[in-house]
């Protein structure tokens, strides 16, 4: 069994769609539970991290986790066009000591217009 | 420049070739990473160095050498490698120990074809 699984769709959604990306994991020590981006050509950015259970919302972006469930889910409001990426889902036992990451394989969305 | 460039973008060798990564981190970081992205796969964590000194090697076939000369720099050094190495390399910088989460910082990426 994968440490983390996520579907690697791909997602294709109609501009002002809400789109949900969702990731499961079995370690039950992560804590720290992140959204990485990544548009086609690039590397990956930091959208989002939380700390352990609970919501946290930056403007359209909402993520969520759910440890109990072993369930984190990043949320999309009226999608974009410019949202089109790559979204891996990351999660670490703590936030320092070289941050090791374990990510999952990563979502292909598509918003289109 | 800022942020994480990395050199070159492209790189095609054939099996035999001796070849190098280079990734320069302009943010005054002190740990960098090296991480392998194969289609369909997550990323998987090849090699952290933190303070120039690896502290993590995961299990990487000795085919891939990496080398820390100070911490703005890192290499990955390739010889004889195969065509399932054939993947985008991503290297990351981090500043370690600045609580409460570090966030790592990612170059583009080098698209590496093995023939």
């Known amino acids: 069994q994968k440490e983390v699984e996520q579907d690697p769709g791909p997602l294709s959604v109609p501009e002002g769609a809400i789109v949900s990306l969702n990731c499961t994991y079995s370690?039950?020590?992560?804590?720290?539970f992140m959204w990485y981006r990544q548009y086609s050509r690039k590397g990956p950015e930091l959208l989002m991290y939380t700390y352990s259970s609970g919501n946290k919302e930056d403007g359209r972006f909402t993520a969520q986790v759910d440890k109990s469930s072993k369930y984190i889910s990043l949320f999309i409001r009226d999608s974009q066009p410019s949202d089109s990426a790559t979204y891996l889902c990351a999660m670490s036992v703590t936030g320092t000591s070289y941050g090791k990451l374990t990510f999952g394989q990563g979502t292909i969305l598509t918003v289109h217009p | 420049e800022t942020g994480v460039t990395q050199t070159p973008r492209h790189l095609v060798m054939g099996m035999t070739n001796k070849k190098s990564l280079k990734c320069e981190q302009h943010l005054g970081h002190n740990a960098m990473y090296w991480y392998k992205q194969s289609a369909k796969k997550p990323l998987e964590l090849m090699f952290v160095?933190?303070?120039?000194?690896?502290?993590e090697n995961n299990s990487v076939p000795s085919r891939f050498s990496p080398e820390c000369p100070n911490s703005s720099h890192l290499f990955l050094h390739l010889h004889t490698l195969q065509p399932e190495d054939s993947a985008l390399y991503l290297c990351?910088?981090?500043?370690?120990?600045?609580?409460?989460?570090?966030?790592?910082?990612f170059g583009p990426g080098t698209r590496l074809t093995v023939l």
């Open positions: 160095y933190s303070l120039e000194e690896r502290v």
């Open positions: 990351a910088s981090s500043q370690d120990n600045s609580p409460p989460f570090n966030e790592q910082f």
């Open positions: 370690n039950s020590a992560f804590q720290y």
